[in-house]
């Protein structure tokens, strides 16, 4: 299930709730190998030269660290909320 989901994730057809949970996925084993069997198959598709002339260059570091900040920018709003939760239940003790 969550393959698939993150498979429509990389063609741009998931909600914005639905991208929350590809991202948390991403950070699980699971999820980190189907990102590496990913790029490594999307790498491979790019080195056919037919199909490189029809598609333009996908730099694949750049997407890889772009979900990275991703992943971080939500683990860190997390942190962020559960720091403000537990401040807040300080002050009503």
Do not use: C, P
Request: charge should be positive.
């Amino acid at each position: 299930m969550k393959k698939e989901l993150a498979d429509r994730f990389f063609n741009n057809q998931v909600s914005t709730h639905d991208v929350s949970d590809v991202l948390q996925w991403f950070e699980t084993s699971e999820g980190r190998e189907y990102l590496n069997n990913r790029l490594d198959s999307d790498k491979y598709l790019m080195s056919k030269k037919e199909l490189a002339e029809l598609v333009t260059d996908v730099e694949s570091d750049k997407l890889y660290k772009s979900i990275q900040e991703k992943i971080r920018y939500r683990r860190d709003l997390k942190k962020k909320r559960w720091d403000w939760v537990s401040h807040m239940v300080k002050i009503a003790a």
